[in-house]
């Protein structure tokens, strides 16, 4: 698909392979995580109270015995596991295309990292362009990669929170969808710290999400405009 022929626009869908993908059908999210899987519960069960106008039609993992994956299965989801390959932070040639060729067998619509820890390279991005969201635990652009929560403890911040953001070539460095502060508190460990910012992941992602699948984000550059309320 071309750039071109991509809209995040404020009409009720989106350009998907030359065709205009309506309120009629379902949009399709396909889930990617490799840990516990909080915020894939959080979406998933948007999805089936209605808050998010569709539906999970796959999750997959990188990590075998991933949480997300039996929170998946719980839910009567489809999810499966495919090993990542010989490297370490990345998805090798043969990894890749399958992961590509899962999400598009199930004709997924946006692709949802949640807790992947993986980076998707060229490949994979192109072959979802401008279709792939990411929830990073920091305001970004504070605090890329790993742990936010515990870079922005040992910094000294006051404020951190959580960003949702498109996914480029870069390390956290799309066009950002949503922000949220989350406050640092006196005392706060990782854990506290991390598990407040978890907190306002679970509602700012599947908003986030919602309002992407009613095409009320509509992408320009850098930035991200929302369709006003
Ligand atoms: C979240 O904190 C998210 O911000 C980060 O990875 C974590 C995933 O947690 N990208 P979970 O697996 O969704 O519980």
């Not at 489809?78 to 090993?83: G, K, Y």
């Not at 949802?112 to 390279?121: E, H, K, P, Y």
């Not at 979802?128 to 910094?155: C, M, S, T």
């Amino acid at each position: 698909m071309s750039r071109s022929k991509l809209r995040l626009g404020f009409l009720r869908g989106i350009w998907y392979k030359n065709e205009f993908v309506t309120a009629q059908r379902k949009f399709r999210l396909g889930i990617l995580g490799s840990g516990k899987g909080s915020n894939a519960a959080a979406i998933a069960d948007a999805c089936a109270s209605g808050e998010i106008p569709g539906e999970v039609v796959l999750v997959v993992s990188d990590v075998e015995n991933a949480g997300i994956l039996e929170r998946a299965r719980a839910r009567g989801l489809e999810a499966f596991h495919i090993p990542p390959g010989k490297f370490r932070a990345k998805l090798d040639e043969t990894a890749e295309a399958c992961f590509i060729q899962a999400l598009q067998r199930a004709g997924v619509d946006l692709v949802v990292l949640a807790g992947f820890m993986r980076i998707l390279q060229g490949g994979f991005l192109r072959a979802f362009a401008n279709r792939v969201v990411n929830i990073h635990p920091a305001l970004l652009p504070a605090f890329p990669g790993l742990e936010a929560w515990k870079q922005a403890l040992d910094y000294g911040v006051k404020v951190t929170g959580v960003t949702v953001h498109f996914v480029d070539q870069g390390i956290d460095t799309g066009a950002i969808v949503a922000q949220e502060t989350v406050p640092v508190l006196p005392g706060d460990t990782p854990e506290t710290l991390h598990a407040r910012i978890q907190e306002v992941e679970r509602k700012i992602y599947p908003a986030s999400i919602a309002a992407l699948a009613r095409g009320e984000v509509r992408v320009q550059g850098r930035q991200t405009v929302w369709k006003p309320v």
